[in-house]
């Protein structure tokens, strides 16, 4: 009974797959009548549908499309009569090759010499004649269909006035509203779209659920024998599964555009990874203790503001603090800014170590706090207005955005602030207590109380250092941007978690290394550029990125299981 209950549903499953599948294809369809139809009128998707409904608005057709596709189109996606498709679209094709002859000026140049009998000379000169030139390409146009063609007067200004094109299209688009050729498709595209997806998620939720079904596991034979070196090439492809992904993804990059290797591009991927490597460097210890922070990107941006705020050149007008008439010291922005981050870090520390609140519930809460206190503050401006907070004092530029010049080099000062904190940071983890009961609380929390471990106090100090690095990433980011605004630091948290993940510390706690942090930094970092570089759309890069985090989750999972 049981086996035939799961080939029925087998079979369900199988049917709504191909049903579904068979939907999609027929949405595929009938949405490609309306991307054929905007490409034959050549004109936004937008108003395609528009000139369907009332044809008769259609005053021109494009000449983009081959004679071949057009026919095909208008015969069996709009239902029209295939020898009258055929005469006028041949017709068509044949007078755009005139037409093109008429606008290659070597020919028209020749075609006036002929015709007026002047010299070269002077038949450019009437080419480039913007007043004379577009009456002899007319005529030019004329003779040539008259003489090639053999076509009359009427026909001519029929040809040039493309009225039986736009004819046919017209009564195309009418046996569309009347129900002929694709209509069916067309009208329903989104429809059978859609009943399809629905379908055939149906179908393959049920074979996932089988596949993920570990309940017959096991009751086949006694245990297979391993191959150790099987095993350990299997063991390095688990471990650097997403170095490896990263890296051919960069190769092909540099494959498809070797410029950019350029120095110029290195640099500047260095650049952008050290503030977000900082944010993640803080973050990465938070991950460690098998927490998280959500709270980043909005602590960044109201510490950038408090930054920008302070540092603005005391001869620019409109600065948030006009009393200030004598330009601060670098370090008190500095040290500013790193008080907002660390009071912010430690209300989450609180909320973690003594509320017993999950990291990514309190940091969740701090984010929103972090976003309405940094609007509120930008928008406190003497000037009444919400706008970025800009013009900052050149000392303060050159200090945290500026170069150290080796010779010719210029090497970013961020670069070299990042190495010395990732340093830092590698000492604490591992030459200090705190480093080591940082991994003993990520490990296993329980086992580290027992031990003699101060649970609370490692978790107020861990945070307490990624305010302190989260204000210094501030810092520095204000002065690499040169602005302020409401929507700085928006998703940097996403980048620092993925800089962490990418870099190996997981989220199961007690497992990380700074220098695996620095790296994961640099090369995600690397592709986003290397993204930007190709032209790949915005939108689509966010796609990328997190798929990005979810392999690198996934395969950390897959190595708790395995070590398991």
């Not at 002859?101 to 006036?112: G, L, P, T, V």
């Not at 250092?465 to 040169?482: C, D, K, P, Q, W």
Request: proline fraction near 2%.
């Amino acid at each position: 009974m049981k086996n035939t209950k799961q080939l029925v549903a087998t079979i369900l499953a199988i049917v709504l797959l191909v049903a579904g599948a068979l939907c999609v294809f027929m949405g595929v369809k009938g949405q490609e009548v309306y991307n054929t139809a905007s490409a034959l009128l050549g004109t936004k998707k937008a108003d395609t549908v528009n000139f369907i409904l009332d044809p008769d608005t259609i005053t021109e057709v494009a000449h983009d499309m081959s004679e071949g596709d057009i026919t095909n189109f208008l015969v069996k996606d709009l239902g029209l009569d295939a020898a009258e498709v055929k005469d006028i679209v041949s017709a068509r094709a044949k007078y755009d090759v005139e037409y093109a002859k008429s606008q290659d000026n070597d020919q028209f140049i020749e075609y006036i010499m002929e015709k007026d009998g002047i010299s070269k000379e002077d038949a450019t000169s009437i080419r480039k004649d913007k007043k004379q030139a577009p009456a002899y390409r007319e005529q030019m146009l004329k003779d040539l269909l008259a003489e090639n063609l053999g076509a009359d007067e009427d026909e001519i200004e029929s040809l040039i006035a493309d009225e039986d094109m736009i004819g046919l299209v017209k009564k195309g688009f009418t046996n569309l509203n009347e129900g002929k050729g694709k209509a069916t498709l067309f009208k329903n595209a989104i429809m059978y779209l859609f009943i399809g997806i629905v379908l055939a998620v149906a179908g393959f939720a049920y074979f996932f659920i089988r596949l993920m079904d570990d309940s017959r596991q096991g009751k086949k034979g006694g245990a297979k024998k391993s191959n150790p070196k099987l095993e350990k090439v299997g063991d390095f492809l688990l471990n650097y599964a997403l170095y490896i992904i990263l890296i051919v993804i960069l190769a092909v990059v540099c494959i498809l555009r070797p410029n950019f290797l350029e120095i110029t591009n290195i640099l500047n991927i260095i650049k952008q990874s050290s503030t977000k490597g900082i944010l993640a460097l803080g973050c990465a210890g938070l991950i460690v203790l098998a927490g998280t922070d959500l709270s980043i990107g909005r602590i960044l941006g109201v510490c950038a503001a408090v930054t920008a705020s302070l540092v603005q050149s005391v001869t620019y007008a409109s600065r948030m603090f006009p009393q200030i008439t004598e330009q601060l010291p670098v370090w008190v922005p500095l040290l500013a800014s790193i008080a907002v981050a660390v009071l912010f870090t430690l209300f989450n520390g609180f909320g973690v170590a003594k509320l017993h609140l999950h990291a990514f519930i309190i940091t969740l809460g701090t984010q929103l706090i972090a976003q309405g206190l940094c609007c509120i503050y930008i928008e406190s401006q003497p000037s009444g207005t919400a706008q970025a907070l800009s013009t900052f004092d050149r000392k303060f530029l050159d200090f945290a955005a500026g170069n150290f010049n080796i010779g010719s080099f210029a090497l970013p000062k961020v670069v070299v602030y990042f190495l010395i904190i990732a340093l830092i940071m590698w000492v604490v983890w591992n030459k200090t207590r705190l480093g080591k009961n940082m991994f003993a609380v990520g490990g296993n929390e329980e086992a580290a109380r027992v031990s003699g471990v101060n649970v609370a106090k490692t978790i107020m100090l861990v945070y307490l250092m990624a305010g302190v690095l989260y204000g210094i990433s501030a810092y520095l980011e204000a002065a690499r941007i040169t602005s302020c605004g409401a929507n700085t630091g928006i998703n940097y948290e996403t980048d620092a978690i993925s800089a962490c993940v990418v870099g190996g510390v997981s989220f199961s706690g007690g497992v990380g290394t700074i220098q695996g942090v620095v790296i994961g930094a640099v090369l995600l970092q690397a592709i986003n550029y290397s993204l930007n570089f190709l032209g790949i759309n915005p939108y689509l890069q966010y796609v990328v990125r997190g798929l990005i985090i979810i392999l690198a989750v996934s395969i950390d999972v897959r190595k708790y299981i395995a070590k398991k």
